[in-house]
Nanobody
Framework: QVQLVQSGGGLVQAGGALRLSCAAS????????MGWFRQAPGKEREFVAA????????VIANSLKGRFTISRENGQNTMYLQMNNLTPEDTAVYYC??????????????????WGQGTQVTVSS
């Protein structure tokens, strides 16, 4: 399995931007479909974005299109989530995740096998 370590996040004012990073070790990062999820207090884990192993194909949750971007650098075993024009509704714990295969994009957390430790993103109004 791939081990995932997240960085980034923190407190930002509404309208600001943050970039989350997810560094992978072990496994075969270059072959894994990866994704980002988030979970706000009292809510279920929500799909944010996913990216195939090549980085060519991506999907962003409809409600986040135009503000969030997912990318990866296989040479550095790292995936990123760029979040722009943040609103208080984006406040949540964000998780990166990896599938154990190079299968296609997926928006269900049950299809992911490895998870990062989570990082808090708080957007103040």
């Amino acid at each position: 399995q791939v081990q995932l370590v997240q960085s980034g996040g923190g407190l930002v004012q509404a309208g600001g931007a943050l970039r989350l990073s997810c560094a992978a070790s072990g496994g075969t990062f270059r072959r894994n479909t990866m994704g980002w999820f988030r979970q706000a207090p009292g809510k279920e884990r929500e799909f944010v974005a996913a990216i195939t192993w090549s980085g060519v194909d991506t999907v962003i949750a409809n409600s986040l299109k135009g503000r969030f971007t997912i990318s990866r650098e296989n040479g550095q075993n790292t995936m990123y989530l760029q979040m722009n024009n943040l609103t208080p509704e984006d406040t949540a714990v964000y998780y990166c995740a990896a599938r154990s295969t190079s299968d296609g994009l997926a928006d269900s957390p049950i299809l992911y096998d490895s998870w990062g430790q989570g990082t808090q993103v708080t957007v103040s109004s």
